[in-house]
């Protein structure tokens, strides 16, 4: 999984996204979420999405196609109501104590990582849309209700 990782922050480095641990120190952030879609068969380019919640202000939506619109983040407020149905399912879904999917395939397959950072905490977990079963698909299942940008194509 090393590998996957590493795959899918190049492309947020790639696209010139700030790494979450960075996002979460900055002034006035309570925490933030990112989700890093990769198409492995190149059909859509990468996409980087990040919601940050900052104090006396509603959560942010940056979305970064790789490679397109000059790489410049898509920006949206999300709901307070929203967010905190997100965080509510991630909480339910015991994400903080998810582990990387087991068994995903090594060719072939896309790879989604969400990660959840607040303070100094980070935590991130990999798995494949495409093969996401149980809790992998009920979090993939959030990030399309909650982040549906998350998982656009774009090509």
Do not use: W
Not at 40 to 45: E, L, P, W
Not at 99 to 124: T, W
């Amino acid at each position: 999984m090393e590998r996957y990782a590493y795959i899918l922050r190049d492309a947020a480095d790639r696209a010139g996204v700030l790494p979450l641990k960075q996002v979460i120190a900055a002034p006035g952030v309570k925490a933030a979420f990112r989700v890093i879609v990769h198409f492995m068969d190149q059909r859509a380019v990468e996409v980087i999405t990040t919601l940050t919640q900052r104090q006396g202000s509603d959560p942010l939506v940056e979305v970064v196609y790789a490679g397109r619109f000059g790489n410049r983040p898509i920006q949206r407020r999300m709901s307070p109501a929203d967010y905190e149905r997100l965080t509510h399912t991630l909480l339910d879904l015991k994400f903080d104590k998810l582990i990387d999917q087991p068994q995903v395939p090594v060719f072939g397959i896309d790879l989604c990582m969400v990660e959840r950072g607040s303070g100094g905490y980070l935590k991130g977990v990999i798995f494949a849309p495409q093969t996401a079963d149980g809790v992998y698909a009920s979090l993939y299942n959030a990030i399309r209700a909650y982040l549906p940008e998350a998982v656009r194509e774009v090509t």
